[in-house]
């Protein structure tokens, strides 16, 4: 004969539990990552989020990678665009400049989206 005790959770509960807990963790970490990629991230936002003096590692986990990144070489300067949607408008990026000497933000801003100009004609 067995006997059980009703107020024991049994191991098949207790797995239950624990793959809800780890599944439940898993969706917000993905939720994290996924924010600072996100499009409704605003000029306001993005500026609240990047200072000067940060790292490049720092500004990519508060924001994400970048959509395009150029050179300035008469500034020694290398600058990170950032699209992203209205209210600002899809042809406006967030731009961060980043020091070649020093490695951390200058600056940030806003600048025009190139890939409004559509193909050269020429």
Request: aromatic share 10%; charged share 15%.
């Amino acid at each position: 004969m067995i006997v059980t005790s009703r107020t024991t959770p049994s191991w098949r509960t207790a797995l239950v539990v624990a793959s809800v807990v780890v599944l439940a963790s898993c969706a917000s970490f993905q939720e994290t990552l996924a924010l600072p990629n996100s499009r409704v991230m605003t000029l306001r936002t993005l500026n609240e989020q990047v200072s000067p003096g940060m790292s490049p590692n720092d500004v990519v986990a508060r924001i994400g990678r970048p959509a395009s990144t150029f050179p300035v070489g008469w500034q020694k300067s290398t600058v990170w665009n950032y699209r992203f949607a209205p209210p600002e408008g899809d042809c406006v990026v967030f731009q961060v400049s980043f020091s070649t000497v020093s490695g951390v933000v200058t600056e940030t801003g806003q600048g025009y989206d190139s890939a409004c100009d559509g193909p050269s004609r020429y």
